[in-house]
């Protein structure tokens, strides 16, 4: 060839939606392009997360972040020992097209103060592989109840109010009965004595004889006279 050029192209800040097939076309006395060449943008699962669930029902939560291809493996670890029972994964597709790992943690056995749990992604655009750690804290322990306590706990609950507004009920009215029902005892102030002289003469003796101002009846009496007996009768509530 009597003359040849060449040409390069520098792709800065790759990202996902660059991939695809790039041709060199030249333009002369002969025009044509290239064979081309595929572009393979490849995106790392990091970083991970991990964390409680939200609402917090004793779960872990680990997230990956976009990555592709999509071919991965994810596993958990407890104290460095895997696990698999209570483990649920599922892949979903970002706005971009990639793809993004969740995957839950539900510990059968309750999670102590210190325990480590983690969560490891092998993907191909990974030398080695990601970990992230979750180290349960005082804080973090849930502690969940059967169904039926809660269902118990409500019933004593409601129980336990419809006893207090029965209660306060019957005080209330036992404290109205009492206060329309008071009964009073009304004392003679001073007795009452069959003969009006017998109080000019207080130097009598008790042995005097008293004779009823009623001549029809001449009955005698001996001793001083007879005061009259205590009568009940019931408040006017008016007056209370």
């Known amino acids: 060839m009597e003359s040849k050029a060449s040409s390069s ?4 800040k790759v990202r996902f939606g660059d991939a695809g097939i790039y041709y060199c076309r030249a333009e ?31 779960s872990l939560i ?23 029972d209570g483990v649920t994964t599922r892949t979903q597709k970002t706005a971009e097209g ?10 059968s056995e309750p999670a102590q103060h210190g325990t480590v749990y983690g969560c490891k992604v092998v993907h191909s655009t990974l030398k080695i592989p990601a970990l992230a750690n979750y180290t349960v804290s005082s804080e973090g322990i849930t502690i969940s109840f059967p169904w039926w306590i809660y269902l118990c706990g409500g019933i004593f609950l409601l129980l336990l109010i419809a006893l207090t507004l029965i209660y306060c009920k019957f005080c209330k009215y036992k404290v109205r009965k009492d206060k329309f029902q008071v ?39 001996n001793g001083p006279p007879k005061a009259k007996k205590h009568r009940k009768r019931k408040c006017d509530p008016m007056l209370v």
């Open 9 to 12: 192209f520098l792709l800065e």
């Open 28 to 58: 002369g006395e002969v025009t044509g392009n290239g064979t081309g060449t595929n572009l393979i943008v490849m995106v790392s699962p990091e970083p991970l997360t991990i964390s409680p669930k939200q609402p917090a029902d004793g």
């Open 62 to 84: 680990c997230r990956t972040s976009g990555f592709y291809p999509e071919d991965y493996s994810l596993s958990w670890f407890k104290n460095g020992q895997k696990i698999t």
């Open 98 to 107: 990639l793809s993004e790992a969740v995957s839950y943690l539900k510990d």
């Open 183 to 221: 009964k009073a005892c009304v004392r003679c102030t001073q007795p009452i004595v069959t003969m009006p002289e017998y109080e000019k003469r207080n130097d009598v003796n008790d042995d005097i004889l008293m004779i009823s101002t009623d001549p029809s009846k001449s009955e005698v009496t």
